[in-house]
C-alpha cells in the first residue's frame, strides 16, 4: 500500500510548527499548548516535584517523538523547541 505523503516527514513539520509557535507564547499560554499537545498526541509531560518528596527532580516533556528534559517544566520546554528546532528543517513548500 502507498501513502500520498510521508508520515514521518509530516510528523516531523508539524513538529516544527508547534515548536515555532511555542517559541512567540508567554510562560503561562506555552504551558497550556503543551499540556494540551501532550493530550492529544498521547505525549508525556512529568513535572518535578516541588513538596519536597521523593519525587522526580527534574522535567521531563515526550511530545510528538520527541524527548527533553530540564531542571523545571519552563526549561523542559525551552530544551524541546531547540531540540525540535536543530532536527527538523522548515520543510520546502510542496508543490501539487
Known amino acids: 500500500m502507498s501513502f500520498p505523503f510521508d508520515?514521518?516527514?509530516?510528523?516531523?513539520?508539524q513538529r516544527r510548527h508547534l515548536a515555532?509557535?511555542?517559541?512567540?507564547?508567554d510562560a503561562a499560554t506555552r504551558m497550556e499548548k503543551v499540556t494540551k499537545t501532550c493530550i492529544e498526541?498521547?505525549?508525556?509531560?512529568?513535572?518535578?516535584?516541588?513538596?519536597?518528596?521523593?519525587?522526580?527532580?527534574?522535567?521531563?516533556l515526550h511530545m510528538m517523538g520527541l524527548y527533553h528534559s530540564g531542571n523545571s517544566a519552563d526549561e523542559a520546554i525551552a530544551n524541546w523547541i531547540k531540540a525540535a528546532q536543530r532536527c527538523t528543517p522548515i520543510p520546502p513548500a510542496r508543490v501539487a
Request: charged share 10%.
Open 41 to 60: 498526541t498521547g505525549g508525556c509531560l512529568i513535572l518535578p516535584d516541588t513538596s519536597g518528596g521523593w519525587g522526580p527532580l527534574y522535567a521531563e
Open 20 to 25: 515555532d509557535d511555542l517559541c512567540q507564547l
Open 7 to 13: 508520515i514521518a516527514s509530516t510528523i516531523a513539520a
